[in-house]
T-cell receptor, first 111, second 115 residues
Framework: LAKTTQPISMDSYEGQEVNITCSHN???????ITWYQQFPSQGPRFIIQ???TKVTNEVASLFIPADRKSSTLSLPRVSLSDTAVYYC????????????FGTGTQLKVEL | DTGVSQNPRHKITKRGQNVTFRCDPI?????LYWYRQTLGQGPEFLTY????????KSRLLSDRFSAERPKGSFSTLEIQRTEQGDSAMYLC?????????????FGPGTRLTVT
């Protein structure tokens, strides 16, 4: 599985856009990029997944450049409730995939 | 609520005792996963079931750990002769059949404390 590198922590203020970048230099051709969010004392929650270019859903956007060696999770207009740990994962989407989590990025949103 | 449920939510046990946790996945999900998470770390894969078949176990999973999913629905994770190093949050997740195994739905976890 491709190794990922992301910042340990980030700080932001309510209403700002937050971009968390993940590096995955050894990503394989059939690997997808997936982001999870985890609040304290809860299990992780799937946010978004993409393969290339841009993917957008109701909570986030995922930007993937042409070389796919990095990706950026964009959270628009964050609120206090977005304070959480965000994990970037890389791997295939075939059935039965175990998830390999790193240490994630602790996002802290303040007033 | 039809999400993944886990019981108990908290378990305190003495070293050397056996403990068993239960996971009830989302009903139409045929895949079920167990993970372990310690403070400050991301979840770590333990084992995976497709229906009742246990298809993969982590090499990190000692022989004291065993998991079952007897009818392809709920699953149990048993830890025998618990050690203090087993203290962690044990997470269960499930996912749908077919492609998209990376979208897993996690339960709230069982926090184990071994004294």
């Amino acid at each position: 599985l491709a190794k990922t590198t992301q910042p340990i922590s980030m700080d932001s203020y309510e209403g700002q856009e937050v971009n968390i970048t993940c590096s995955h230099n050894n990503i394989a051709t059939n690997d997808y990029i997936t982001w999870y969010q985890q609040f304290p004392s809860q299990g992780p929650r799937f946010i978004i997944q993409g393969y290339k270019t841009k993917v957008t859903n109701e909570v986030a956007s995922l930007f993937i450049p042409a070389d796919r060696k990095s990706s950026t999770l964009s959270l628009p207009r964050v609120s206090l409730s977005d304070t959480a740990v965000y994990y970037c994962l890389v791997g295939g989407t075939g059935g039965g995939n175990k998830l390999t989590f790193g240490t994630g990025t602790q996002l802290k949103v303040e007033l | 609520d039809t999400g993944v449920s886990q019981n108990p939510r908290h378990k305190i046990t003495k070293r050397g005792q056996n403990v068993t946790f239960r996971c009830d996945p989302i009903s139409e999900h045929n895949r079920l996963y167990w993970y372990r998470q310690t403070l400050g770390q991301g979840p770590e894969f333990l084992t995976y079931f497709q229906n009742e078949a246990q298809l993969e176990k982590s090499r990190l999973l000692s022989d004291r750990f065993s998991a079952e999913r007897p009818k392809g629905s709920f699953s149990t994770l048993e830890i025998q002769r618990t050690e203090q190093g087993d203290s962690a949050m044990y997470l269960c997740a499930s996912s749908r059949p077919g492609p998209g195994g990376y979208e897993q739905y996690f339960g709230p976890g069982t926090r184990l404390t071994v004294t």
